[in-house]
């Protein structure tokens, strides 16, 4: 590798680069800046996520492989820093107010949001053992420190420890199949890996279960999916927020290139084993959600049944490769919008010293804000999966995956579960429109409401008129089926 | 030449990770739940040692540096949590670890 081909590395990784240099940027210029003046570094933040998001644009033009092939650029990659950066910088937008009103830090929230950020971007397009694991590291251990960010509180501390134990256990899972495979291929790289797979060496079975166990934990699925309520409940709201989009959807980015790019070989022994987890995903996490009475909690585990539905369209892959690729790719688009839209709402109906995270917090809220119960109504429409908004679209594309690649009683039971969920989120919309309990609520903050209104039409507009979003997440799952 | 052969290494590795993973289950202390990630996370350093030995490659020696830049930064992390649960809590008792339940 010559200096000519590093630097055509480098300049191709541009929109991942634009997000680390902003970083380093705000780690520097913070501890010059007065108190008062922090809240602005939002705005460097801002233009660093924009750019990135520019740049990011222009790959749907190319595919190229960088840095000696270790980083695969694709419209697959492009895709997922789509909804990365979307997820960032809508989430920062809501920080700011909420950091201003909580009292935090602003300057190193930021740049620990950018640093995990990147992670996720290079991640999804890594396609080398040694890159993916570091990348997964980046982003992990940022959202290690994000979640334990508020150290007065001893709840976020809390959530920052256990998430920082679990997650290292599964990062060494993960890492003990990756020594396992290589060691039975002689190769880190995933092309290589899958010439190579012999299903007679007890090394790559090992391996591979070991990967998917480390996966199936990032991914928050049922059997490994007990950490996701403690932790999102004891993180500050916009972290959850931000975690429960952009963590998942990476982990579902590098799941699905080393799954379908390394070990193809064993496709029909891990489909079944991701039916089981799937079905069980799904029906766990929507039982879990029904008797929380906490939204923020609710969330949590309804963030859970979000993934096993997720899982439905990658089982439904084995039929159907391009539909049910791409019918994963648009649920993690969809879930983006409304999941950080309902995190989003309840950082902004937030107190200084009360999270707003109870049922009853809400109640009043259609008599005393009527705009910010409207936004919470599409979002929890979105999540029950009723039209016409984008969660309906993103259901119906999986479900109609599933049921043309034969598998019915999948679909069935994801039709079921998702019937029943419609319960605990629309029980969230009776405390907000029908109770009459007059409860504080902060004053207006002009920032985050404009995120919040974004987040909301985008959960309807691109739900009655989907098309344009679904052609995008065809190319790119056409980009990555070899 | 070769004194050692790979299986020895191997099972020395799956031994680590066990006890590891053991310790971060059961162990009741904070500081030794670290320890035993640490653990776990080098027993697979071991491995792609020895693999990287085993195949004359230099990948694995390169992942196992990486690898333990990643355990040097998972504990650092790991510690100052440490500190601030020891600052609300004054002990490093798993047990404290209960505000979050259902």
């Given at each position: 590798?010559?200096?000519?081909?590093?630097?055509?590395?480098?300049?191709?990784?541009?929109?991942?680069?634009?997000?680390?240099?902003?970083?380093?940027?705000?780690?520097?210029?913070?501890?010059?800046?007065?108190?008062?003046?922090?809240?602005?570094?939002?705005?460097?933040?801002?233009?660093?996520?924009?750019?990135?998001?520019?740049?990011?644009?222009?790959?749907?033009?190319?595919?190229?492989?960088?840095?000696?092939?270790?980083?695969?650029?694709?419209?697959?990659?492009?895709?997922?820093?789509?909804?990365?950066?979307?997820?960032?910088?809508?989430?920062?937008?809501?920080?700011?107010?909420?950091?201003?009103?909580?009292a935090?830090?602003?300057?190193?929230?930021?740049?620990?949001?950018?640093f995990?950020?990147?992670?996720?971007?290079?991640?999804?397009?890594?396609?080398?053992?040694?890159?993916?694991?570091?990348?997964?590291?980046?982003?992990?251990?940022?959202?290690?420190?994000?979640?334990?960010?508020?150290?007065?509180?001893?709840?976020?501390?809390?959530?920052?420890?256990?998430?920082?134990?679990?997650?290292?256990?599964?990062?060494?899972?993960?890492?003990?199949?990756?020594?396992?495979?290589?060691?039975?291929?002689?190769?880190?790289?995933?092309?290589?890996?899958?010439?190579?797979?012999?299903?007679?060496?007890?090394?790559?079975?090992?391996?591979?279960?070991?990967?998917?166990?480390?996966?199936?934990?990032?991914?928050?699925?049922?059997?490994?999916?007990?950490?996701?309520?403690?932790?999102?409940?004891?993180?500050?709201?916009?972290?959850?927020?931000?975690?429960?989009?952009?963590v998942?959807?990476?982990?579902?980015?590098?799941?699905?290139?080393?799954?379908?790019?390394?070990?193809?070989?064993?496709?029909v022994?891990?489909m079944?084993?991701?039916?089981?987890?799937?079905?069980?995903t799904?029906?766990?996490?929507?039982?879990?959600?029904?008797?929380?009475?906490?939204?923020?909690?609710?969330?949590?585990?309804?963030?859970?049944?979000?993934?096993?539905?997720?899982?439905?369209?990658?089982v439904?892959?084995?039929?159907?490769?391009?539909?049910?690729?791409?019918?994963?790719?648009y649920?993690?688009?969809?879930?983006?919008?409304?999941?950080?839209g309902?995190?989003?709402?309840?950082?902004?109906?937030?107190?200084?010293?009360?999270?707003?995270?109870?049922?009853?917090?809400?109640?009043?809220?259609?008599?005393?804000?009527?705009?910010?119960?409207?936004?919470?109504?599409?979002?929890?429409?979105?999540?029950?999966?009723?039209?016409?908004?984008?969660?309906?679209?993103?259901?119906?594309?999986?479900?109609?995956?599933?049921?043309?690649?034969?598998?019915?009683?999948?679909?069935?039971?994801?039709?079921?579960?998702?019937?029943?969920?419609?319960?605990?989120?629309l029980?969230?919309?009776?405390?907000?429109?029908?109770?009459?309990?007059?409860?504080?609520?902060?004053?207006?903050?002009?920032?985050?409401?404009?995120?919040?209104?974004?987040?909301?039409?985008?959960?309807?507009?691109?739900?009655?008129?989907?098309?344009?979003?679904?052609?995008?997440?065809?190319?790119?799952?056409g980009?990555?089926?070899? | 030449m070769?004194?050692v052969?790979?299986?020895?290494?191997?099972?020395?590795?799956?031994i680590?990770?066990?006890?590891?993973?053991?310790?971060?289950?059961?162990?009741?202390?904070?500081i030794?739940?670290?320890?035993?990630?640490e653990?776990?996370?080098?027993?697979?350093?071991?491995?792609?040692?020895?693999?990287?030995?085993?195949?004359?490659?230099?990948t694995?020696?390169?992942?196992?540096?990486?690898?333990?830049?990643?355990?040097?930064?998972?504990?650092?992390?790991?510690l100052?949590?440490?500190?601030?649960?020891?600052?609300?809590?004054?002990?490093?008792?798993?047990?404290?670890?209960?505000?979050?339940?259902?």
């Amino acid at each position: 590798m010559d200096l000519n081909e590093v630097l055509k590395s480098t300049f191709l990784i541009t929109p991942e680069l634009s997000l680390i240099l902003t970083g380093m940027i705000l780690m520097v210029l913070d501890p010059f800046i007065r108190n008062r003046f922090k809240k602005e570094l939002f705005w460097i933040t801002a233009l660093g996520l924009l750019i990135g998001f520019a740049l990011n644009l222009n790959r749907f033009r190319y595919t190229e492989s960088a840095f000696a092939g270790t980083l695969s650029l694709d419209e697959f990659t492009a895709y997922f820093n789509i909804i990365f950066i979307i997820g960032a910088l809508l989430a920062t937008v809501i920080s700011r107010d909420y950091i201003e009103k909580t009292a935090l830090k602003h300057g190193e929230y930021y740049a620990l949001i950018l640093f995990s950020t990147s992670g996720m971007m290079l991640l999804s397009s890594a396609r080398e053992f040694i890159s993916l694991f570091l990348c997964f590291e980046i982003m992990s251990v940022s959202v290690y420190i994000l979640s334990g960010f508020n150290r007065r509180s001893p709840r976020s501390v809390e959530s920052g420890i256990k998430y920082l134990v679990l997650g290292g256990f599964s990062s060494a899972i993960l890492l003990y199949g990756i020594a396992l495979i290589y060691g039975a291929s002689g190769s880190v790289f995933l092309d290589e890996i899958a010439s190579r797979f012999n299903m007679e060496n007890p090394l790559y079975i090992a391996g591979t279960a070991l990967i998917l166990a480390g996966f199936v934990f990032k991914i928050g699925a049922f059997p490994l999916h007990q950490w996701i309520p403690d932790i999102y409940e004891g993180a500050p709201m916009t972290v959850t927020g931000f975690m429960s989009v952009g963590v998942k959807a990476a982990a579902f980015a590098v799941f699905l290139r080393v799954f379908f790019e390394g070990f193809s070989t064993l496709e029909v022994q891990w489909m079944q084993i991701l039916w089981v987890i799937s079905v069980f995903t799904m029906t766990i996490g929507n039982l879990a959600a029904i008797v929380q009475r906490s939204i923020k909690r609710m969330l949590a585990y309804s963030s859970i049944s979000h993934a096993g539905y997720a899982l439905v369209g990658i089982v439904a892959s084995y039929g159907e490769k391009e539909l049910g690729l791409s019918s994963v790719l648009y649920y993690l688009f969809a879930y983006t919008f409304m999941n950080l839209g309902a995190f989003g709402t309840l950082a902004y109906l937030s107190l200084k010293d009360r999270e707003c995270e109870m049922l009853e917090d809400i109640s009043g809220l259609w008599q005393r804000k009527p705009l910010v119960a409207i936004a919470l109504g599409i979002f929890m429409f979105s999540l029950a999966g009723i039209p016409p908004t984008i969660g309906f679209f993103a259901k119906y594309r999986v479900f109609l995956s599933a049921i043309r690649a034969e598998f019915y009683w999948l679909a069935i039971i994801g039709i079921l579960n998702s019937v029943l969920s419609a319960y605990y989120y629309l029980r969230v919309l009776v405390y907000a429109y029908m109770r009459e309990e007059q409860m504080e609520f902060p004053a207006p903050q002009p920032l985050s409401a404009f995120a919040i209104a974004i987040l909301s039409l985008g959960a309807l507009i691109l739900g009655i008129f989907p098309l344009y979003s679904w052609e995008l997440a065809i190319k790119a799952a056409g980009s990555f089926i070899p | 030449m070769m004194g050692v052969p790979i299986e020895h290494y191997l099972v020395l590795s799956a031994i680590l990770f066990v006890i590891g993973a053991y310790g971060v289950i059961i162990r009741k202390n904070l500081i030794i739940v670290l320890m035993s990630l640490e653990l776990m996370l080098n027993s697979a350093n071991i491995a792609f040692v020895a693999f990287s030995r085993a195949l004359s490659d230099m990948t694995g020696h390169v992942f196992m540096i990486m690898a333990l830049t990643v355990a040097a930064v998972e504990v650092a992390v790991g510690l100052a949590l440490v500190v601030a649960i020891y600052m609300h809590k004054e002990t490093l008792d798993i047990d404290v670890l209960k505000m979050l339940k259902g």
